[in-house]
């Protein structure tokens, strides 16, 4: 379980060196073992900050973050991070990218080949373990990015808009792909997006933060749609209805 306590965080101002511009502030929340997380807000309201934290990547400035208990302090090949970028090394095949976390913790051969075996193939890239990431497109890059991070086993995923780059299909593909996924792991995964209609369709919960104008606190939605989902969903009118007070909360923040 991931505990967010009274989290405060801010940059310096690059125009003024003495000043720093807070974008978290006393920011609560609790996300559940297994859960399905989406968070959503206007671009520059801490979002991606969060998950960096959470990562170890940055530091809080006050408050805590807890992971099962213990005070996060340090990045761990438990929290997994996704990026919007491509992560891939390009000089690697696709096998040695998948590989590559469980050789540098030192996993013997035998158990490497018989993990990032398994993981290629759950997510549908078997028959391409030996092609350069050149060779493939944005959607396949993205699945090598998500067999590399399984393949570490992590208890956390953090994805910080993992699909933004994506054409319209690609991305429906992989957010389909990623709940069967997740099905199967039942990580605690922690998903940034603008998309709205994304969030709803992944998530157990949706929490939208407000800007620090607006006070920087959050909105959490329960997602009463039960599993396994398809993308049927989206046609539904309670789907849409939801989607609709998304935007209409959204819209308060930042003009669409």
């Not at 996993?107 to 290629?120: P, Q, Y």
């Not at 050149?134 to 956390?156: Q, T």
């Not at 009463?224 to 308060?252: T, V």
Request: aromatic residues 8%; negative net charge.
């Amino acid at each position: 379980m991931i505990e967010i306590k009274d989290l405060c965080f801010s940059y310096q101002n690059r125009k003024k060196a003495k000043e720093r511009k807070e974008i978290v502030h006393n920011l609560n929340l609790t996300v559940k073992d297994n859960e399905f997380l989406c968070l959503l807000g206007p671009s520059g309201c801490g979002k991606s900050t969060i998950l960096k934290i959470i990562a170890g990547f940055e530091k809080a400035e006050k408050g805590v973050i807890l992971d099962n208990g213990e005070e996060i302090n340090d990045v761990s090949y438990e929290r997994a991070m996704v990026f919007q970028e491509d992560a891939v090394f390009p000089w690697m095949r696709v096998y040695q990218n998948v590989e590559y976390g469980l050789k540098a913790r030192g996993i013997e051969k035998a158990e490497r080949d018989e993990i990032a075996n398994h993981f290629i193939s759950l997510v549908g890239l078997s028959g391409v373990e030996n092609q350069y990431p050149k060779e493939l497109s944005g959607g396949m890059k993205k699945r090598v990015d998500l067999a590399r991070v399984l393949s570490n086993n992590p208890r956390i995923m953090l994805m910080d808009e993992p699909f933004g780059a994506l054409d319209a299909m690609t991305k429906e593909k992989l957010q389909e792909q990623l709940l069967q996924i997740w099905e199967k792991t039942k990580k605690t995964i922690i998903f940034v997006t603008h998309d709205i209609e994304e969030a709803i369709f992944l998530g157990d919960r949706v929490a939208i933060m407000q800007p620090i104008s607006f006070g920087g606190e959050l909105h959490v939605y329960d997602i009463p749609f039960e599993r396994p989902r398809s993308l049927a969903i989206k046609e539904n009118p309670q789907f849409q209805k939801m989607r609709r007070q998304m935007i209409d909360e959204l819209k308060e923040y930042e003009s669409f």
